[in-house]
């Protein structure tokens, strides 16, 4: 998806509790467009953000001090698991994803880690086009009962 809109240089800082709000607003924003098209809520929509902006673990863009996207990182000692990367819609199409997942793996390298992966759900076919763009590979898929998900995953050399 070739975009003509302004690229932005985003910052990066850890989620903070006062966060939590715009984060929830961000997830119902972002994730609005899969409604139709999935059976239940996208799973970011549901999270408790509270909880997510306190664990340590989570991310936010920043333009102008003003958030704009966010993102999650687990860690299984192999690899950096990304998780939940939003951008608001108005926000889109501007480079915030692709500066978010850099920023992503500037972490795993940084801890010495393999790679990155991640999964996002069959049905969500922007995703599969964003992470592909990025280099990530298509490792394989899961069909569990009313989910499809589709596993990426991008080995540093
Ligand atoms: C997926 C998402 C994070 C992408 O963020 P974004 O800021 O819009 O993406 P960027 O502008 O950084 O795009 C990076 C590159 O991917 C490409 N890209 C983005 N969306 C694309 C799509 N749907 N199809 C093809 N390419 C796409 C861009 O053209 C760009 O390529 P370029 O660097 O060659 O110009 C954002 O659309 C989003 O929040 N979606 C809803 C939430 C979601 O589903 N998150 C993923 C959970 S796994």
């Known amino acids: 998806m070739a975009s003509t809109a302004k ?19 961000m997830a119902r ?3 609005g467009k899969y409604l139709d098209l999935v059976d239940e ?18 991310h936010v863009a920043l333009i102008d001090g003003h958030i704009h996207g966010m993102v999650t990182v687990e860690s299984d000692d192999t690899y950096l698991i990304l998780r939940n990367l939003a951008v608001r819609t108005t ?15 500037e972490m795993a390298r940084s801890a010495g880690l393999r790679g990155v992966r991640l999964w996002t759900r069959a049905e969500m076919t922007d995703n ?6 990025l280099d990530y590979v298509l490792t394989h898929s899961e069909r569990n009962e009313g989910s499809h998900r ?3 995953c991008k080995e540093f050399s």
Request: hydrophobic share 45%; with cysteine.
């Open 29 to 31: 924003d972002a994730y």
């Open 128 to 133: 599969i086009a964003f992470y592909k763009r």
């Open 150 to 152: 589709v596993f990426f």
């Open 91 to 105: 926000s889109q199409g501007r480079g915030v994803g692709k500066f978010l997942v850099a920023f992503v793996e």
């Open 7 to 25: 690229r932005v240089c985003p910052v990066t800082r850890p989620a903070e509790a006062a966060d939590s709000e715009q984060m929830a607003e």
């Open 41 to 58: 809520p996208p799973a970011p929509i549901l999270l408790d953000y509270e909880k997510v902006a306190a664990s340590g673990r989570s």
